[in-house]
Each structure stands twice: as structure tokens, then as C-alpha cells.
């Protein structure tokens, strides 16, 4: 049944003259300061370790395919902190939540999930790029060429675009309920439809086929290829060669956990189960505190990223002295 005062978008200026309320943690008056604080300094954590990765890969003059596909993991997470804190830093200053227009939540909404699905699409690129690494040592120069990185880093963010696009449009065709208030700090999925003036469950089948493009495939793609790394290690006699071949995975598995965890939670459930508070919360974690630990994984457990950062600062304290 639907739900009453439903406005239907039929007219031309529903676009220009709707707008959402973004209530953000209006409900935590007394730490509105301490989360404000808190906030920033992740963010300007986060935007200083991805740029430093940014900045030091850029700068290695030869680069093999996993600092290439690192360099783009830190765009497409430099992109997503900008996409989603600064509004979330306005919520906590504004009292009574911040406004954000039927245009502005509908672009939000399509980087979020353009970003977070280029970002599933990359991990699949780097265990295929570890695949071939471990199983296939000779033939890596080979396979792993520039021109098959630069189309898998394009088709990465084609293929992000394209499924964002299409659940954006999805979502926002429907009508929604009179109150145009979001229990959220940012335009998300779960959120908006919650809005939805329809009890059925049609509304959800775009999230459904989203999340098989951008969740369970591609994890299906990296569960295979690891598959694969693991029974090539079965045949490697030296424990020095296992530990070598697995460090070489750990940054990259723990980051697959961390990201694909975080969003099997968030949007692979029904809509009945959708909890304000608890969806805030991990919303939080998974916006603010993973990119935040995606360069400190990266930069203590790879070999490789350390010492190009590690270059990367010689270069500067030889400059400064000269």
C-alpha cells in the first residue's frame, strides 16, 4: 500500500525546486564538536596519505603494474572522501542538518557509487595482477604490459559509471513521501529509498542487480583467482617462497575483506532491515575510517610502495640540501 502524501515527480520543476534534508547526527547535539574535530582530522589524514602515495608513484620513473593500479586505488579514494565528508562536515555545524538539492543528492548518490564500484572493479584488476605474479612468473612482463593496465584501469571506471548511472536513474524515478527528511549524513542508497512511497519490493531489484555486478561477481573474480594463488603455493617447496608470495597478497586481501565486509552489510539486505542509526555508523566506518587504513596497509605492508616512498623522500632531502 502506499504511503500518503506521495508527490509524484511528474512535473518539469520537480528537480530545480525538491530538496532533501540531511539530518546527519542532529541526534547528537552535546558532540556535535568532538565528531566535527574528529572528522576533519581523518579527512586530512586520509587526503594527506593517499596524496603522498599519489604523489610518490607519479614520480618513480619506471612503474610495475601494482604501483600503477595503487596510484589509481588513491585517486579513486581522494575522489570519495571529497564526495562525502565535506557535506558530512556541514551537517555537523548546521543545527538543524543541512539541505541538499534533488540534483545535488542524485550526482552524490551516482560518484558514490561510481567511485565505490571502480574501487570493486580495481581490486579484481590487482588479484589478476597477483594471480599472474605468483602462477604465471615468466609470462608476467608479458601479460601484465602498460597497454593491458591502462584498459583495465578505463574499464574499471567505464564499468563503474555505467551500473551507478543506471541504479541513480532507478532510484530516482520513484516517487517519494511528503517528508523529504534523510536519516543519513550523505545521499546513500538505502537511505533514499527508504523515502520511497511504495511498500513493495520492486524498488529494490536495481540495488539487487547492482550489487551482482559490483559485489558478488567481482568478489567471485578475486575468490578464483586466489584460489588459483593458493594451489600454486601448494607446489612451492621453500617456506621463504610461500611467505614471499603470500606478503605480496596480504595488502590486498585485507583491503578486499575491509571493503567488500563493509558493503555486503550496507546493501545486500532488505529494505525491512533498514536501521538509521546503525547504517550511520557503519556508513562512518566505511567512508571515513577505510580510506583512512587503505594507505597505512599499503604503506607498511608493501614492499614495493615503501620504497618508492622511501625514494621518494631521499629526493626531497637531497633537493632541500642542494
Known amino acids: 500500500i502506499p504511503c500518503e502524501s506521495c508527490m509524484e515527480r511528474d512535473n518539469k520543476s520537480t528537480g530545480e525546486t525538491m530538496e532533501f534534508l540531511l539530518l546527519g547526527f542532529s541526534e547528537l547535539l552535546y558532540l556535535r564538536v568532538l565528531l566535527f574535530l574528529i572528522f576533519l582530522i581523518v579527512h586530512l589524514v586520509t587526503l594527506a596519505g593517499n596524496v603522498m602515495i599519489f604523489m610518490a608513484v607519479v614520480m618513480e620513473p ?31 555545524i548546521v543545527v538543524d542538518g543541512s539541505t541538499i538539492s534533488f540534483i545535488g543528492c542524485a550526482a552524490q548518490m551516482h560518484l558514490f557509487v561510481t567511485l565505490g564500484g571502480a574501487e570493486c572493479f580495481l581490486l579484481v584488476a590487482m588479484s589478476y595482477d597477483r594471480y599472474v605474479a605468483i602462477c604465471q612468473p615468466l609470462h608476467y612482463v608479458a601479460v601484465m604490459s602498460e597497454g593491458l593496465c591502462l584498459r583495465l584501469a578505463v574499464a574499471c571506471c567505464l564499468g563503474g559509471f555505467a551500473v551507478a548511472l543506471g541504479l541513480t536513474v532507478a532510484v530516482f524515478r520513484l516517487p517519494f513521501c511528503q517528508s523529504h527528511h534523510i536519516n543519513h549524513f550523505f545521499c546513500d542508497v538505502p537511505a533514499v529509498l527508504h523515502l520511497a512511497c511504495t511498500q513493495s519490493y520492486t524498488p529494490e531489484l536495481p540495488l539487487l542487480a547492482a550489487c551482482v555486478l559490483l559485489l558478488l561477481l567481482p568478489f567471485l573474480l578475486i575468490l578464483t583467482s586466489y584460489v588459483c594463488i593458493a594451489a600454486a603455493l601448494l607446489h612451492v617447496t621453500s617456506s621463504a617462497g610461500r611467505g614471499k608470495a603470500f606478503c605480496t597478497c596480504i595488502s590486498h586481501l585485507s583491503i578486499t575483506l575491509l571493503h567488500y565486509g563493509c558493503a555486503t552489510f550496507m546493501y545486500i539486505r532488505p529494505k525491512s532491515s533498514y536501521s538509521p542509526a546503525r547504517d550511520k555508523m557503519v556508513s562512518l566506518v566505511y567512508t571515513n575510517i577505510t580510506p583512512l587504513l587503505y594507505p597505512l596497509i599499503y604503506s607498511l605492508r608493501n614492499e614495493e610502495i615503501r620504497g618508492v616512498i622511501m625514494k621518494t623522500l631521499r629526493r626531497k632531502k637531497i633537493a632541500q640540501l642542494n
Do not use: D, G
Open 62 to 92: 619506471s612503474r610495475p603494474p601494482m604501483l600503477f593500479f595503487l596510484c589509481q586505488l588513491s585517486v579513486i579514494e581522494l575522489c570519495y572522501t571529497l564526495v562525502i565528508v565535506p557535506k558530512a562536515l556541514l551537517s555537523l
